[in-house]
């Protein structure tokens, strides 16, 4: 069973960093393509930050410059750090990993950006 736990969220100032971590377990994420995704109250989830298998990244235009996704498949962990954090950052976080035609979710972890 493929379980995805995020973790590293918490309470920030503005302009403050962050790293976030997501573990994998029951299946290796070597090979596949990782996401972050967050969701603000009242709003739809977006996406955050993607890496390719391969290692090649793509950004929310509005994260551009400040995070940064990276993956070390030995440690089955994809991480995000979030550098310059604002107050429009507040969200939860989420997980995605893409198997075939089906997406796997953690249970998100909650980043709230104080001014």
């Known amino acids: 069973q493929v379980r995805l736990v995020e973790s590293g969220g918490g309470l920030v100032q503005a302009g403050g960093s962050l790293r976030l971590s997501c573990a994998a377990s029951?299946?290796?994420?070597?090979?596949?393509?990782m996401g972050w995704y967050r969701q603000a109250p009242g709003k739809q989830r977006e996406l955050v930050a993607h890496?390719?298998?391969?290692?090649?990244?793509n950004y929310a235009d509005s994260v551009k410059g400040r995070f940064t996704i990276s993956r070390d498949n030995a440690k089955n962990t994809v991480y995000l750090q979030m550098n310059s954090l604002k107050p429009e950052d507040t969200a939860v976080y989420y997980c995605?990993?893409?198997?075939?035609?089906?997406?796997?979710w953690g249970q998100g972890t909650q980043v709230s950006v104080s001014e």
């Open positions: 995605r990993m893409a198997i075939n035609a089906y997406y796997y």
């Open positions: 029951g299946s290796f994420i070597s090979g596949k393509g």
């Open positions: 890496i390719t298998s391969g290692g090649s990244t």
